[in-house]
């Protein structure tokens, strides 16, 4: 079974930075491509970045490029966000998902983790 | 950057309803579509993806349809466990999600 597990946010001031941490299980994890969306709370859903599984290739939103990176580590398969200079509109749930398994649609959000909270405020 | 509009924002509808909902790319995207859907305090399910193709495990009344700029998402009888918001996803360039369309009981 396929088990993502968020871990790593809290409440942050502006201009602080955090990293996000996703431990994965149940499946091969170097490959899949992983992805991380955000929901900020009562919103709607907006995509925050992606990775290839062999982490030759990463994607960002315009809305955090520059600021956040994404990477991955296989060894251990977990996927990390490293978040900085946060903004209050970064506050939000924070999920991670891994990637379909068909070639042509392997950015496409196939299983979730629970999400886990950034709260960006003074 | 390609925008995703769906409509309607909100839909009522009843038990056994054909629904249908519209999303809308800025530009073509071709087929690169998913779906999804959220119910309230849980996290996004896949539903659809490559447009029309049911994802593992989705009930056959979800259905979705379209190319280039314009698709569709149709449940063919509404139950009561469709009540929830959908939201489509373009996946050629980067990936964006629409606005979602909340589906609530009429």
Do not use: H
Not at chain 1, 35 to 40: F, K, T
Not at chain 2, 24 to 41: E, H, P, T, V
């Amino acid at each position: 079974e396929v088990q993502l597990g968020e871990s790593g946010g809290g409440l942050v001031q502006p201009g602080g930075s955090l990293r996000l941490s996703c431990a994965a299980s149940g499946f091969t994890f170097s490959s899949y491509a992983m992805i991380w969306v955000r929901q900020a709370p009562g919103n709607g859903l907006e995509w925050v970045s992606a990775i290839s599984g062999d982490a030759s290739s990463t994607y960002y939103a315009d809305s955090v490029k520059g600021r956040f990176t994404i990477s991955r580590d296989n060894s251990k398969n977990t996927l990390y966000l490293q978040m900085n200079s946060l903004r209050a509109e970064d506050t939000a749930v924070y999920f991670c998902a891994k990637g379909l398994e068909q070639a042509d649609s392997n950015y496409v959000q196939k299983n979730w983790g629970q999400g886990t909270l950034v709260t960006v405020s003074s | 950057d390609i925008q995703m509009t769906q409509s309607p924002s909100t839909l009522s509808a009843s038990i056994g309803d054909r629904v249908t909902i519209t999303c809308r790319a800025s530009q073509s995207i071709r087929r690169w579509l998913a779906w999804y859907q959220q119910k309230a305090g849980k996290v996004p399910k896949l539903l659809i993806y490559k447009a029309s193709s049911l994802e593992s495990g989705v009930p056959s009344r979800f259905s979705g349809s379209g190319s280039g700029t314009e698709f569709t998402l149709t449940i063919s009888s509404l139950q009561p466990d469709d009540f929830a918001t959908y939201y489509c996803q373009q996946y050629i360039s980067g990936l964006t999600f629409g606005g979602g369309t909340k589906v609530e009981i009429k």
